[in-house]
């Protein structure tokens, strides 16, 4: 129970912080990033093995993207 707590209180914090940035896009973008490495902790801890590798091939992916530049 304390952790659902904990991540409540994180959520909460991160809403405010977005509400106090420069423009209302910056607010949501930081939203969205918050919730895209929750949800990646998520995958981690309920499926190692799968979120591994997707992750994985997501890194592979963004490298091979950059050595294009």
Same mark, same amino acid.
């Given at each position: 129970m304390f952790i659902y707590v904990l991540a409540i209180v994180f959520y909460v914090f991160a809403l405010i912080a977005a509400f106090k940035m420069? $423009?209302? =896009?910056? +607010? #949501? =973008?930081?939203v969205l990033a918050i919730a895209g490495v929750t949800g990646l902790?998520? =995958? #981690?801890?309920?499926?190692? +093995? $799968?979120?591994g590798i997707?992750?994985? @091939? @997501? =890194? +592979?992916?963004?490298?091979?993207?950059? +050595?294009?530049?």
């Open positions: 420069e $423009t209302p =896009l910056k +607010g #949501f =973008l930081f902790l998520y =995958l #981690f801890i309920n499926f190692p +093995g $799968t979120s997707s992750v994985a @091939m @997501m =890194l +592979g992916a963004f490298i091979l993207k950059q +050595g294009r530049r």
